[in-house]
């Protein structure tokens, strides 16, 4: 048996915020989920609907929100490679969550990623310290290099998202449409930039706690 096929399946959504808040009545202690998975999986889209099962216990924190601005980008190589590990803030991101671990600040504010302008927004999502399960997704929660392997420490459990290669690909090409490329444009960056990206995500699944399947 692999490594892999050891991970908890979850069937559903329902399924995944039943257990999440069972886990949370047990430990007593605030949750923080990391949800990860290849671009275009639909990452986003499980996370606010688990946060939607659990009300106000749950807030969703994407690691979007850590994404390097534009005009740090442009003219450099990473413009190209927008979306890769070496165009987030790392430093950052693991400041927020050891802030969110510790839970002894009143409010903690973090940033979001708005799609379309396509680029991070600071402050704009608020996490009280009562809340009980904070949900973070992103691609490179369980990449072992430092400084990113300090994360997994800072997380209850990993998620990964499962969805057909074909879905994802055609999810991408769309979202990169809706954002202003082209078709050709978004169809390229998908199974160029995107598809490298997806290779890394893809070769850290072994390690994570649970999978669900989103087709």
Known sequence: ??????????QDIAEAAERLMETADRSGHRQIIGIVGAPGTGKSTVAQLVAQRLGADAVVVPMDGFHLANTLLEGTPLRERKG????????????????LRSRDEPVVYAPTYVRGLEEP?????????????????????LVDDAPWSALRALLDETWFVDTPQDVRLARLIERHVASGMDRA???????????????????????????????
């Open 84 to 99: 890769a590990i070496d165009t987030f803030d790392i430093g950052g991101y693991l400041s927020l969550l050891r802030r």
């Open 121 to 141: 927004i600071a402050a704009s999502i608020a996490i009280p310290q009562g809340t009980r399960v904070v949900i973070t997704e992103g691609n490179y929660l």
């Open 1 to 10: 048996m692999t490594a892999q096929s050891r991970s908890e399946v979850f």
């Open 185 to 215: 444009t978004a169809t390229a960056w998908a199974n160029g930039p995107d598809e490298r990206n997806a290779t890394l995500v893809n070769s850290t699944r072994h390690r994570v706690d649970r999978t669900i399947r989103w087709d």
